[in-house]
């Protein structure tokens, strides 16, 4: 096996549990604010998640369950503005702190920098969501760390697609051996497999039950991992 010299940490589910606790309530909050009758428990929401990105969960919702959403009107649009204010409420939620670190996780990145591993994140996600997450949770010292920070639209497929992996690679400058991915979900996984990397998956309760075959290790907390071990 090759010297491992990076480790790629997904971010939503893997850092923080940020889907329940935040954007579900940001989507929530901004469903009220567009006065949408929608509202998403913890139930459907999980089931939503088989849908990465935001902009694209939106719009297989209204496909689904309110088509008349969009009559004539201009889809994109109006999930585009849905969207920036779920983000606006998400930076704001995750930026006051409330959205905590998973156990374990500040220590793994912590001991991983002093071991001399190079960091970085491949997420669906927003990147003012997870400057704002990072910005609470992390000391600044810390977050420079992260070299490469791979989110949301830089690449047109979002995972289970391998591009945000590929975009992370290219940007580290190393081959997929020497790194490790650190995913929470099937639709992670698969990105991680999908770019050549070895997979490291921390479950948590939204994705307890999902098929990880091909992940290096599943774990359910990141806490007490040795760096040396992996
Ligand atoms: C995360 C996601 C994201 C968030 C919403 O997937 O699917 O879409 O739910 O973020 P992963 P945006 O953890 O596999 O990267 O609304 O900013 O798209
Ligand atoms: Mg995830």
Same mark, same amino acid.
């Given at each position: 096996m090759e010297t491992l010299k990076a480790l790629i940490f997904d971010v939503?589910? /893997? @850092? &923080?549990? /940020?889907?329940?606790?935040g954007h579900r309530c940001a989507f929530n909050l901004a469903f009220g604010e567009h006065g949408l009758e929608w509202h998403w428990d913890e139930q459907t929401y999980g089931r939503l998640l088989?849908? /990465?990105?935001g902009k694209e969960r939106l719009r297989h919702y209204a496909e689904q369950y309110? #088509? &008349?959403?969009?009559a004539g009107r201009d889809a994109d649009v109006l999930i585009r503005a849905l969207h920036a204010t779920k983000t606006r409420h998400y930076v704001r939620l995750a930026g006051s702190g409330r959205i905590p670190l998973r156990p374990g996780v500040g220590c793994l990145i912590e001991t991983a920098i002093a071991r001399g591993l190079r960091l970085a994140m491949a997420t669906t996600t927003t990147p003012e969501n997870v400057e704002a997450l990072l910005s609470a949770t992390l000391p600044e010292p810390v977050r420079r760390r992260f070299e490469v920070i791979g989110a949301g639209d830089v690449v047109a497929a979002k995972k289970p697609a391998s591009d945000i992996y590929a975009w992370v690679l290219e940007r580290l400058d @190393? #081959? #997929?051996?020497?790194c490790l991915a650190i995913e929470d979900s099937h639709n992670g996984l698969q990105a991680a497999l999908g770019a050549g990397l070895r997979c490291l998956v921390t479950r948590n309760d939204y994705t307890r039950n999902e098929d990880f075959s091909g992940a290096w290790r599943v774990v359910d907390t990141l806490e007490g991992l040795a760096v040396d071990d992996l």
């Open positions: 939503d589910g /893997t @850092l &923080a549990d /940020t889907e329940r606790d088989s849908v /990465t990105g309110d #088509p &008349a959403f969009f @190393l #081959p #997929p051996e020497s």
